[in-house]
Nanobody, 127 residues
Framework: VQLVESGGGLVQPGGSLQLSCVAS????????IGWFRQVPGKEREGVSC????????YYGDSVQGRSTISRDLAKNTVYLQMRNLGPEDTAVYYC?????????????????????WGKGTSVTVSS
């Protein structure tokens, strides 16, 4: 499995963006996908995740209500849309995959079970 993120950049406060994560050598029914972010010197934070079935999604408290995770199986891509961005959203955003063995309705914002990480895409929110 390989994951490649894109869509980061400079965004003005209050703006929106969409991050993409393209998965290759990948089977959707075997992995849950998550988005995480990290600011230098701080712990990595779970932003959102989507189960292998695509039916379950979770969002971190800091982005709840202004983010949407989705996927396009035909394009092998998971998206993270974020709205009303603020400086606190500035971070490197990582796409991650966790191999699922038990339930297609599982995903988590914790990173300890992650099997594959992308290299990240940087988001800066600033005027």
């Amino acid at each position: 499995v390989q994951l490649v993120e894109s869509g980061g950049g400079l965004v003005q406060p209050g703006g929106s963006l969409q991050l993409s994560c393209v998965a290759s050598e990948f089977s959707w029914d075997l992995y849950a996908i998550g988005w995480f972010r990290q600011v230098p010197g701080k712990e990595r934070e779970g932003v959102s995740c989507i189960s292998s079935s695509g039916e379950i999604t979770y969002y971190g408290d800091s982005v709840q209500g202004r983010s949407t995770i989705s996927r396009d199986l035909a394009k092998n891509t998971v998206y993270l849309q974020m709205r009303n961005l603020g400086p606190e959203d500035t971070a490197v955003y990582y796409c991650a995959a966790e191999r699922i063995y038990n339930s297609p309705y599982y995903c988590t914002l914790r990173d300890r079970g992650i099997d594959v990480w992308g290299k990240g895409t940087s988001v800066t929110v600033s005027s």
